[in-house]
T-cell receptor, first 113, second 110 residues
């Protein structure tokens, strides 16, 4: 069965560069969540989308932006990268808000040098 | 913010033992999730609960809404169960985004 696909799986950037992470939800899932997990930390909610509209916003820095496209995939854009942005970025999808179990991608590991 | 507390933080068990991990939260929720995370990253959703009890193989999850408490039980534990188990809650006030506990690191030895 198709799972949540995240790309790239690994990404190395330098400070002040930009990065874009992509998330392809399970087919027919219209809800996407982005989470950031720093080294040794529990995941923190960044932002979510439902039916291509922003649903909620968590601790997402102003340097980051995200959107959900017509095919329901989502992209997280990160600019002016800082060392502290190094983390594992998870995407999760579900078939609607609070209507089913969450399915997580494998994560994209960003390292900022 | 919903405070999610898990116990124990670390747990070592011998293969075959019955394991219980506890989770309590401070504010009413829409759902509670038990997640498993192996070293290297990937998160797998084990259960989503809003009431009662669910069972999947050797895993059992229960929730008591009145007491704001949930437990994850692993019967006949096996070394492949070694992972971090995370309790996370969602609420309509936060758009159903998950608020995570700190996780319980489980090591099952042969």
């Amino acid at each position: 069965a198709a799972g949540v696909i995240q790309s790239p799986r690994h990404l190395i950037k330098e400070k002040r560069e930009t990065a874009t992470l992509k998330c392809y939800p399970i087919p027919r899932h219209d809800t996407v969540y982005w989470y950031q997990q720093g080294p040794g930390q529990d995941p923190q909610f960044l932002i979510s989308f439902y039916e291509k509209m922003q649903s909620d916003k968590g601790s997402i820095p102003d340097r980051f932006s995200a959107q959900q496209f017509s095919d329901y995939h989502s992209e997280l854009n990160m600019s002016s990268l800082e060392l502290g942005d190094s983390a594992l970025y998870f995407c999760a999808s579900s078939p609607g808000l609070n209507t089913g179990e969450l399915f997580f991608g494998e994560g994209s590991r960003l390292t900022v040098l | 913010k919903n405070e999610v507390e898990q116990s124990p933080q670390n747990l070592t068990a011998q293969e075959g033992e019955f394991i219980t991990i506890n989770c309590s939260y401070s504010v009413g929720i829409s759902a509670l999730h038990w997640l498993q995370q192996h070293p290297g990253g990937g998160i797998v959703s084990l259960f989503m609960l809003s009431s009662g009890k669910k069972k999947h193989g050797r895993l059992i999850a229960t929730i008591n809404i009145q007491e704001k408490h949930s437990s994850l039980h692993i019967t006949a534990s096996h070394p492949r169960d070694s992972a971090v188990y995370i309790c996370a809650v969602s609420n309509s006030n936060s758009g159903y985004a998950l608020n995570f506990g700190k996780g319980t690191s489980l090591l099952v030895t042969p």
